[in-house]
Structure formats: structure tokens, C-alpha cells
């Protein structure tokens, strides 16, 4: 079965720390986005691509760090730039003309 | 900016009622809308959705509405259940914006039983 899948599903990061979230997609679709949700609140775009070995700005991307080497393949990292990374982290993937598909959530917490 | 908006944070029914969920979009360029669904803890789901053309889409037990010239969406959602319980997301694709959609802050419907 097609689909977008997110790991790990929980992760910890002590202060000063760097950490990875994967996303990977078999859906074959171009675009894929990273967003940020916290408590209670909307979404919020960190990055996103329209095409491998191209990525932008969303509206908070200061802190976060993206990759796309593969298509199927869209990495997020939380720099130790980042003062408050504690959130749940959105991966999504769309193709041209259709509305996203998304991942299942990392929880990011900082201990 | 642009933004896409949600009249209520938080609706309250009761179950087997039937709810309304408001969104206002305010780019007469957008081209297409989706309503999706996000329960405690996962990704949002997809519910259905409704291109620019037409008015009105029904799916199973849900319908979007489209008002163009007011520029206001709204999902109905017949016979809520407690499963309905959940944040809902109304999202609008402006034309030639490369796919990139715009959310609104979301909707929490909480079903009584």
C-alpha cells in the first residue's frame, strides 16, 4: 500500500542536542512539507520541496534544516538553534493539483 | 497576508445531531478546498474536498458547501458521532501557488453523548 510514513513516532532530545526526523513517501508524489503543531494550535510550514535537490523557507524555518536527495525522501533536522523544538511534527506529501497526504506525527520532546 | 480562518474554535454537539463547521477564506484565486480531519495524537486525514467550479459535494454522511461570493466554505457533517470527535482543518489552494496550500487554525468538535 501507498503511503507516508513518519519515525519515530516518539523522540527526546536533550539540550544542545541535533536530531532527525524521517519522513519517507511511496506515493511518487513531487512535493513533500515538514510543519510544526503545537498544543491546541494550527499548522505551521518549516520547509518544504517541490522537487529533489530543491527546498524553501516556509514561515519558521529558523532552527530546522531539510535534505531531499530522493524523491521518496524528506528529512527534517532540529538544530540546537532551536529554543523550544517541543512540539509534534507533520510530514506531508502531494502531487500537482491534489490536496496533501500526511505522515502520522513525531512527538519531539526536550528533556 | 492571505489567510484562510475558522469562525469558532470549538463546537460542541450532541450525538446524532447534525454539525456545522465554518471556515472564510479571503483569496478569490483559490481554486480548491479541502476539509481534513485530525484526531488526538495522528495526522490529519482527508475528509473530501471541492474545486472552485462547483458549489456544492456530498460524501458519506459528509457535504461541503461553497460560497464563492462570500467567500466561506463549511463541512456538514449528518448524524455526528462520538467518532467524529476530532480538530478540523479547512485548507484552499490559490491558483498557480505551486500546490502549496494554506490551513486555517482548526475546529475542535466535541460530541456529546
Known amino acids: 500500500d501507498g503511503g507516508i510514513t513518519q519515525s519515530p513516532k516518539y523522540l527526546f532530545r536533550k539540550e544542545g542536542q541535533n536530531v532527525t526526523l524521517s519522513c519517507e513517501q511511496n506515493l511518487n508524489h513531487d512535493a513533500m512539507y515538514w510543519y510544526r503543531q503545537d498544543p491546541g494550535q494550527g499548522l505551521r510550514l518549516i520547509y518544504y520541496?517541490?522537487?529533489?535537490?530543491?527546498?524553501q523557507k516556509g514561515d519558521i524555518a529558523e532552527g530546522y534544516s531539510v535534505s531531499r536527495e530522493k524523491k521518496e525522501s524528506f528529512p527534517l533536522t532540529v538544530t540546537s538553534a532551536q529554543k523550544n523544538p517541543t512540539a509534534f511534527y507533520l510530514c506531508?506529501?502531494?502531487?500537482?493539483?491534489?490536496?496533501?497526504?500526511f505522515g502520522s506525527g513525531t512527538r519531539l520532546t526536550v528533556v | 497576508g492571505e489567510s484562510v480562518g475558522l469562525h469558532l474554535p470549538t463546537l460542541s454537539v450532541q450525538e446524532g445531531d447534525n454539525s456545522i463547521i465554518n471556515c472564510a477564506y479571503s483569496n478569490s484565486a483559490s481554486d480548491y478546498f479541502i476539509w481534513y480531519k485530525q484526531e488526538s495524537g495522528k495526522g490529519p486525514q482527508f475528509i473530501i474536498d471541492i474545486r472552485s467550479n462547483m458549489d456544492k459535494r456530498q460524501g458519506q454522511r459528509v457535504t461541503v458547501l461553497l460560497n464563492k461570493t462570500v467567500k466561506h466554505l463549511s463541512l456538514q457533517i449528518a448524524a455526528t458521532q462520538p467518532g467524529d470527535s476530532a480538530v478540523y482543518f479547512c485548507a484552499e489552494n490559490i491558483a498557480g501557488n505551486t500546490g502549496k496550500l494554506i490551513f486555517g487554525q482548526g475546529t475542535t468538535l466535541q460530541v456529546k453523548p
Open positions: 520541496s517541490q522537487i529533489v535537490n530543491d527546498f
Open positions: 506531508a506529501s502531494s502531487s500537482q493539483g491534489s490536496g496533501y497526504t
